[in-house]
């Protein structure tokens, strides 16, 4: 089911942004009353839930437009590759509101280079991986981390796309500014028509 979690939606006023366990309560709760498995959604969303976080802010702008998809389901549940390709680079980013582990694919299609990004995944699966491993569409890389270890979210699946990777490696900004938006726009295509949603 599609869920919006954006500063436009007044159903989300009373959910309180700091806490991890609201945010899985009322996701669940939601997920159970309309009888779906997964709730997803988020691309190029404004939200509120960042404001917790000195993270993504800076001396001029606040960083508030989600720049992937989110997939909302419990922790431990498989992550696959959404197609062929190797492992690029992975790692645990930390700081509060962000990934936590982290999985970036690198992918070739008909000569072109892109890749995606698996954010807010457990920290068993970033231990037993290595950079240019291989992996088929649909392989099993990776598992759902809970709220401990991927960032002091609801467990889900932030899916990202990324044309240039700009030379990072196990991260990329899966959140910008206003004033951003066009750039990361024109690099970070929504996921959303790939997966056939």
Same mark, same amino acid.
């Given at each position: 089911?599609?869920?919006?979690?954006?500063?436009?939606?007044?159903?989300?006023?009373?959910?309180?942004?700091?806490?991890?366990?609201?945010?899985?309560?009322?996701?669940?709760?939601?997920?159970?009353?309309?009888?779906?498995?997964?709730?997803?959604?988020?691309?190029?969303?404004?939200?509120?839930? *960042? $404001?917790?976080?000195? *993270?993504?802010?800076?001396?001029?702008?606040?960083?508030?437009?989600?720049?992937?998809?989110?997939?909302? @389901?419990?922790?431990?549940?498989?992550?696959?590759?959404?197609?062929?390709?190797?492992?690029?680079?992975?790692?645990?980013?930390?700081?509060?509101?962000?990934?936590?582990?982290?999985?970036?694919?690198?992918?070739?299609?008909?000569?072109?280079?892109?890749?995606?990004? *698996?954010?807010?995944?457990?920290?068993?699966?970033? $231990?037993?991986?290595?950079?240019?491993?291989?992996?088929? /569409?649909?392989? @099993?890389?990776?598992?759902?981390?809970? #709220?401990?270890?991927?960032?002091?979210?609801?467990?889900?699946?932030?899916?990202?796309?990324?044309?240039?990777?700009?030379?990072?490696?196990?991260?990329?900004?899966?959140? /910008? #500014?206003?004033?951003?938006?066009?750039? *990361?726009?024109?690099? /970070?295509?929504?996921?959303?028509?790939?997966?056939?949603?």
């Amino acid at each position: 089911m599609p869920l919006d979690l954006s500063v436009s939606n007044p159903k989300i006023s009373n959910v309180k942004a700091s806490s991890s366990n609201d945010w899985e309560a009322y996701i669940g709760g939601l997920l159970k009353k309309n009888e779906k498995k997964i709730a997803f959604g988020g691309y190029l969303e404004r939200r509120n839930i *960042y $404001q917790r976080s000195t *993270y993504f802010k800076d001396a001029v702008n606040e960083r508030n437009i989600h720049l992937g998809v989110d997939f909302w @389901i419990a922790a431990g549940t498989n992550v696959h590759a959404f197609t062929d390709g190797i492992i690029h680079s992975f790692q645990d980013n930390q700081n509060h509101g962000d990934y936590g582990p982290t999985i970036i694919l690198e992918h070739q299609i008909d000569g072109s280079t892109f890749f995606s990004l *698996y954010g807010h995944l457990s920290r068993e699966s970033i $231990q037993a991986i290595e950079v240019g491993q291989h992996v088929k /569409c649909g392989e @099993i890389i990776a598992e759902l981390g809970d #709220s401990q270890v991927n960032g002091d979210y609801a467990p889900h699946l932030h899916f990202q796309l990324i044309r240039d990777l700009e030379g990072k490696s196990g991260d990329y900004p899966g959140v /910008c #500014s206003e004033a951003e938006i066009p750039k *990361y726009k024109a690099n /970070c295509p929504d996921p959303l028509p790939f997966l056939g949603l």
